[in-house]
């Protein structure tokens, strides 16, 4: 697979098969995912992956816990058509792929709170960094988990980022043994292989045009 078929492949997988992830592939990814960008060569990123019967005890915690207020502000930015229409697209097709109606709302916490799962996934990532980064050190973070995701495609795995786990740092990090006042609990990342049948997995998603993004001067 080349980096276009990683990059053109990747989506937020949202059902995964119960097939378990071996320590040797994670390590092979994670080890590549060293080389990412990152300015200055602060590498500001930490990770914890976790499975098995620690990953189903996790999961018990979150599911009998309450959501916390985040410490960041992980949702869209603010009600610009031009955003908001993105969103709402993107929620139709998900959704619809789901046979969930829009008014259905009951349907719709119940999809949102699978995310308390990471649906299922047989591995989960969580990300975290020192409070003391900044704006900077945080687009370092992404740089690395787009690597991240592309070199889990290489191995025919999957991935979906996260940022819903930023509703139970103070579970997450005490089950992480991190230091609150030290680490900010950025996201996680479910991590196993797609269930190619599912149709969460397979709905048509839209891009914005490349002219409408990016524009070319002096060519």
Known sequence: MNVTEAVKSRRSVREFLDKPVDLETIRRVMDTARWAASGCNYQPWEATIV??????????KLSSSPMQQA????????????YKSRLDAVS????????????????????????????DAPAVMFIYFPRLMKEA????TGMWLQTVALLLREE?????????????????????????DRYMLFCGMAIGYRDPDAPVNNFERERVPLDEQVKFLGF
């Open 51 to 60: 499975t098995g019967e620690p990953l189903k005890e996790l999961r018990a």
């Open 137 to 140: 050190q945080w687009s370092d």
């Open 156 to 180: 025919g795995l999957d991935s979906c980022y996260q940022e819903f786990m930023a509703l139970y740092a103070n579970v997450i990090r005490d089950f992480l043994g991190l230091d609150h």
């Open 71 to 82: 410490e960041y502000d992980w949702t869209a930015p603010g009600q610009e058509e031009a």
């Open 92 to 119: 139709r097709e998900m959704f619809g792929a789901m046979n969930i109606a829009r008014d259905d709302t009951e349907g719709r916490t119940k999809a949102m709170m699978r995310n308390v799962t990471s649906f």
